[in-house]
């Protein structure tokens, strides 16, 4: 045990844990360089990791391959009460759930170190920080962590003897007997996979996976899960949210926070290269935002994360330049390919398909093969201060001011390029019904369509129902300075399966528009749906957009919207039961109405 650590309840905690895992030794994380560096030795000695001849400081994983996305059907909300974990999380009694794990919890660190690791989500000086403690054994997430947070002896020091902290507890569980061999990416079967939450005891406890978010307990699980369930108690926001500054050529700075779900480009629009002359755009994060109101009655915003877990099939020059620059040096890769020259390469890489790499599974693979070579969720982790784009307020302990909100989605049909909230309850309705097709982020089938309200449906640590409450209650708080609501399809496809918009840069226009709405500068037409831009609103300067594909990426089909809205009636709404605010009943009636129904 480390003797520097005056805080009683947490070195309490530690030993509880070392005697019901029984690890072979405890190390308390610093934090530092060396200890990293020693961690990815270790790695590479035990088979874990390839060093990347062709990046510095860089390493390739892989994981077993039941072990690739997070897991949603493994995932516990536990509540006292079964409706306060509400319809969209799978719950089970947290004594019966503590039980279980318990048990399996008992002598799973055995053969291994139980790392120790105190990181804060958010700079550590914020008042919109928290603390987390994860205890891990598996130094692939030590890695990780020390990449996606900030981690180490400052932390240890801000805590000082009796600091609030969020325990979060997690184990490969695959204990070592002695003289066995290590397997190079050991993980339990998925029967005993658990990545629990107790949002009333600000409580993680995963179990069996370890990837990414299964994992790294500070991103999803407690950025998102357990911090959306303070946040509700507390009176702020814990959102799936990017956040983005984009300056006018006049100098003016407008701040973005985005809600897609995942691998929808969040990670391309927090970098995205304006096409439009004189703009200019700015990331200050990718996936997470907390958002406070501060004395001036604005919204507020930190980027919690220090890094970017993106994912990597699809990135390139052409779709995000600064998210390559971002992976020359200092990254972990996990389910990439390998390349003969020691390289990473995936699906959608700028250049050749190469002709032979070892793909994700450690197999051989030639140019041509029909499995890719990558996984589809393959990704990297990079550290953020290594995104040229990067905001130079990025780590503004107040955060920055909110001016929009946009919410969406993939969907091949229905929903057009962009339309703007009537007002904040309709915004709110807007994140409430927002929907998308499902992708390989998540372990299950890819395509289906699901509602996935404020992009947060695998993420809200509480009843739903409560959540759209929060929203309602947070724009009754701001009032005026509430941020106006957008909502964008970048994938709308033509009846050939065509995709209607170029996506990525040109993205910038859609988001000119809105700035455009927020001074008051430029028109729209009132739709059924919200205001929408006529076409001539929207800047098209130097695109190749055909008027057909113009006119169809903003058509509004009414019956096809019906058939949304009795959707959202019949097989949404519905699951909410009492929960469901009025406000947005009102908003569904409204909307009907438009239509005509
Ligand atoms: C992510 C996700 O990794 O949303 O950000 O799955
Ligand atoms: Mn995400």
């Known amino acids: 045990m480390n003797s520097d650590i005056k805080h009683e309840q947490l070195k309490k905690w530690i030993n509880e844990v070392a005697e019901l895992c029984q690890p072979d030794q405890v190390h308390w994380c610093d934090g530092t360089k060396s200890e990293y560096d020693q961690l990815m030795n270790f790695a590479v000695q035990h088979q874990m990791a390839t060093p990347l001849k062709k990046r510095a400081n860089s390493f390739l994983f892989r ?227 907390w958002i406070k109101l501060a004395s001036d009655g604005k919204p507020y915003a930190i980027n919690p994360e220090y890094g970017f877990f993106g994912v990597a099939p699809g990135t390139s020059y052409e779709s995000n330049s600064s998210a390559m620059d971002s992976i020359k040096e200092n990254v972990i890769f996990t389910n990439c390919a390998l390349t003969d020259d020691g390289d990473i390469w995936w699906e959608g890489m700028d250049g050749e398909v190469p002709n032979h790499v070892i793909d994700w599974k450690g197999n051989d693979w030639t140019r041509g093969n029909k499995e890719p070579a990558a996984h589809a969720n393959a990704r990297f982790t990079a550290p953020a201060r290594q995104c040229p784009v990067i905001c130079p307020d990025w780590e503004k302990v107040e955060g920055v001011p909110i001016d929009i909100f946009i919410f969406g989605g993939r969907r091949a049909s229905v929903v057009p390029l962009v339309h703007e909230a009537y007002n904040w309850d309709h915004g709110v309705f807007l994140g409430a019904t927002a929907s998308s097709e499902t992708t390989a982020a998540n372990i299950g089938a890819v395509g289906n369509l699901r509602r996935d309200p404020f992009a947060m449906q695998p993420f809200c640590g509480y009843n739903m129902g409560d959540y759209f409450q929060h929203w309602l209650d947070m724009g009754d708080r701001m009032g005026k300075n509430a941020p106006k609501i957008f909502y964008v399809n970048w994938f709308r496809k033509n009846a050939e399966g065509k995709w209607l918009w170029p996506g990525f840069g040109d993205n910038s226009r859609v988001l000119k528009w809105m700035c455009e709405r927020v001074e008051g500068k430029t028109g729209a037409v009132e739709t059924p749906i919200g205001y929408m831009p006529r076409p001539e609103d929207l800047d098209l300067s130097g695109l190749n957009l055909s008027p057909e594909f113009l006119t169809e990426l903003l058509r509004v089909d009414p019956v096809a919207w019906q058939t949304e809205a009795a959707d959202v009636e019949k097989n949404h709404f519905v699951k909410f039961g009492n929960r469901l605010p009025k406000r947005l009943t009102q908003q569904l009636d409204a909307l009907k109405k438009r239509l005509g129904v």
């Open 63 to 289: 994981s077993h391959p039941s072990d690739v996305a997070r897991l949603e059907s493994r995932t516990y909300i536990s509540t006292t009460n079964k409706e306060d974990a509400g319809p969209t999380n799978i719950w089970l009694d947290p004594v019966e759930l503590k039980s279980i794990m318990s048990k399996l919890y008992t002598g799973c660190m055995r053969g291994r170190t139980l790392y120790v690791i105190p990181f804060s989500m958010g700079p550590v000086q914020s008042p919109i920080a928290k603390i987390g403690i994860e205890i891990t054994d598996s130094p692939y997430v030590v890695c990780n962590m020390h990449i996606m947070t900030r981690v180490g002896t400052e932390v240890l020091k801000k805590l000082g003897t009796n600091g609030e902290y969020i325990p979060c507890l997690h184990s490969i569980g695959s204990p070592l007997s002695p003289g066995q061999k290590d397997s190079s990416w050991p993980c339990a079967p998925l029967e005993d996979k658990y990545i629990s939450h107790f949002p009333e005891e600000n409580l993680i406890w995963s179990y069996g996976s370890g990837y990414g978010g299964n994992a790294l307990l500070g991103k999803k699980c407690l950025a998102l899960r357990i911090a959306s369930a303070m946040a509700k108690r507390e009176g702020w926001m814990a959102e799936h949210m990017l956040i983005l500054r984009l300056t006018n050529p006049q100098g003016k700075i407008f701040h973005i926070a985005a809600a897609f779900p995942s691998a929808c480009g969040k990670t391309n629009l927090a970098m995205l290269t304006p096409v439009i002359p004189g703009w200019k755009a700015e990331c200050i994060g990718d996936d997470i935002a």
